[in-house]
T-cell receptor
Framework: GENVEQHPSTLSVQEGDSAVIKCTYSDSASNYFPWYKQELGKRPQLIIDIRSNVGEKKDQRIAVTLNKTAKHFSLHITETQPEDSAVYFCAATNGGSQGNLIFGKGTKLSVKP | KAGVTQTPRYLIKTRGQQVTLSCSPISGHRSVSWYQQTPGQGLQFLFEYFSETQRNKGNFPGRFSGRQFSNSRSEMNVSTLELGDSALYLC???????????FGSGTRLTVV
């Protein structure tokens, strides 16, 4: 089955800097890669996703890139703000009836003012 | 529209007891998945239901079970609770398995 590795486990940046979180996946059939943000005591919320037919997707200050050949994808946050502080999870699935969403172990991002 | 609703929000149980958690998905969502979240292990997949059928199951012991009703509401049950079952249990619903999950707020289970 699918296995998703996520790095780093913790990341501390200064406000205004960029943050990058990287994930690798094992199942070449995976075709959907979402990112979730979980603030302390709250539910995970989908912030951006990408499908395997697209190499990059942007939404304001966040972007995701996908390298299917290397089986890795990354989350980029630019101009970080204190409210970006949270745990970020990457995930992967092949989307079929047997394709469950498998998550990485998370990255705790701290943005220092 | 209403989000994913999980009840109860908090539970304290004693070792050996059993517990039932409930999840009401977003209206129209037929896929419901359950995850166990612990600090060290992240989000671990328990099982997924679609149209009252369990299609997938994660690597958890048989003490963990679930079901889905005709209105797509789902329940999960844990029997013979162990201290290690203490966790946040999250359910997520979607139109299609794996895509665009919306999570509930979770049930925080503490086993003492």
């Amino acid at each position: 089955g699918e296995n998703v590795e996520q790095h780093p486990s913790t990341l501390s940046v200064q406000e205004g800097d960029s943050a990058v979180i990287k994930c690798t996946y094992s199942d070449s059939a995976s075709n959907y890669f979402p990112w979730y943000k979980q603030e302390l005591g709250k539910r995970p919320q989908l912030i951006i996703d990408i499908r395997s037919n697209v190499g990059e997707k942007k939404d304001q200050r966040i972007a995701v890139t996908l390298n299917k050949t290397a089986k890795h994808f990354s989350l980029h946050i630019t101009e970080t703000q204190p409210e970006d502080s949270a745990v970020y999870f990457c995930a992967a699935t092949n989307g079929g009836s047997q394709g469950n969403l498998i998550f990485g172990k998370g990255t705790k991002l701290s943005v220092k003012p | 529209k209403a989000g994913v609703t999980q009840t109860p929000r908090y539970l304290i149980k004693t070792r050996g007891q059993q517990v039932t958690l409930s999840c009401s998905p977003i209206s129209g969502h037929r896929s419901v998945s359950w995850y166990q979240q612990t600090p060290g292990q992240g989000l671990q997949f328990l099982f997924e239901y679609f149209s009252e059928t369990q299609r997938n199951k994660g690597n958890f012991p048989g003490r963990f079970s679930g079901r889905q009703f005709s209105n797509s509401r789902s329940e999960m049950n844990v029997s013979t609770l162990e201290l290690g079952d203490s966790a946040l249990y999250l359910c997520a619903s979607s139109l299609r398995n794996g895509y665009g999950y919306t999570f509930g707020s979770g049930t925080r289970l503490t086993v003492v």
